[in-house]
């Protein structure tokens, strides 16, 4: 957080590694946890457009 003064108040786009960890850790703090997707849930999920 060494410029989080520097940063406005808006929604940044971050690298999807960032995002899945950000919100690990919320998820985490909350109490929660994050279910992992298997390989072919992966797949349907990233492929889904083609099968419609």
């Given at each position: 957080?060494?410029?989080s003064k520097?940063?406005?108040k808006k929604v940044y786009v971050v690298p999807k590694e960032i995002d899945?960890?950000?919100a690990t850790?919320?998820?985490k703090s909350l109490g929660v946890a994050?279910?992992?997707l298997t390989p072919e849930q992966?797949?349907?999920i990233?492929?889904?457009n083609h099968n419609t």
């Open positions: 957080m060494e410029k520097e940063l406005g899945d960890r950000v850790l919320k998820l994050m279910d992992v992966e797949a349907y990233n492929n889904w």
